[in-house]
């Protein structure tokens, strides 16, 4: 079946430093699926950090970037320069390309970005 | 930005006895799902709901779970009975008939002793 796979469950990174968390995914019965990172603050909800529906564009948000790459199936996260405040737990996601179908998450990257 | 709501927060349950978690959607969507989240694992889609049918389901639900909107008040997931390993956090989310981005709630977390 389709699934994600993220492969680092924990990560700690310097303030200032660049990040990247891997995320590849199998999409079986899925031709083109539409591609999402997720995020989890402390204490709030899941919210959409970006989404990405057509192989080969890049979708950015908040100075994080990803690019769907459908030959490498991968949809990798990176950030340039963190901040304290992009500690989070991040989840990478896909979907058929079609409003109102599940999501199929990755386990979840939790990132701790220290002073 | 839109927010989902899911009431409570926390509930714990005996094992065999009835349980509803409420979920109060964002107004304007169309489309509502609950996700299952057991401590340490993926959240994984339970099902989802679309003009007050049920449009696909996961393994995970259970003949022991059910799922309405009464009139447009909440979305509701009955577990019933509950059983241990029931035990996990519940997300409800919603979204618009068109587009792909779901918006999330907090959760409830349900212990099922």
């Known amino acids: 079946g389709d699934s994600v796979t993220q492969t680092e469950g924990q990560v700690t990174v310097s303030e200032s430093k660049s990040l990247i968390i891997n995320c590849t995914y199998s999409?079986?019965?899925?031709?083109?699926?539409?591609l999402f990172w997720y995020v989890r603050y402390p204490g709030e909800g899941l919210q959409l950090l970006l989404k990405?529906?057509?192989?080969?564009q890049k979708g950015s948000s908040r100075g994080f970037e990803a690019t769907y790459n459908k030959e490498a199936t991968s949809f990798h996260l990176q950030k340039a320069s963190v901040q304290e405040s992009d500690s989070a737990v991040y989840y990478c996601?896909?979907?058929?390309?079609?409003?109102?179908?599940?999501?199929?998450f990755g386990t979840g990257t939790t990132v701790s970005v220290s002073p | 930005g839109p927010k989902v709501l899911q009431i409570p927060s926390h509930q714990i349950i005996d094992m065999g006895q009835m349980v509803t978690l409420n979920c109060d959607p964002v107004s304007n969507h169309l489309y509502f799902y609950w996700y299952k989240q057991i401590l340490g694992q993926q959240m994984e889609f339970l099902v989802n709901?679309?003009?007050?049918?049920?449009?696909?389901k996961s393994k995970l639900f259970k003949d022991q779970f059910s799922v309405e909107r009464p009139d447009g008040s909440y979305f509701t997931l009955k577990i019933q009975p509950t059983a241990l390993e029931d035990s996990a956090v519940y997300f409800c989310?919603?979204?618009?008939?068109?587009?792909?981005?779901?918006?999330f709630g907090k959760g409830t977390r349900l212990t099922v002793v």
């Open positions: 999409a079986t019965s899925i031709g083109y699926p539409n």
């Open positions: 996601a896909l979907s058929e390309n079609q409003g109102g179908r599940a999501l199929i």
């Open positions: 709901f679309y003009n007050g049918k049920v449009m696909e």
């Open positions: 990405v529906i057509t192989a080969g």
């Open positions: 989310a919603s979204s618009l008939a068109e587009g792909p981005e779901v918006f």
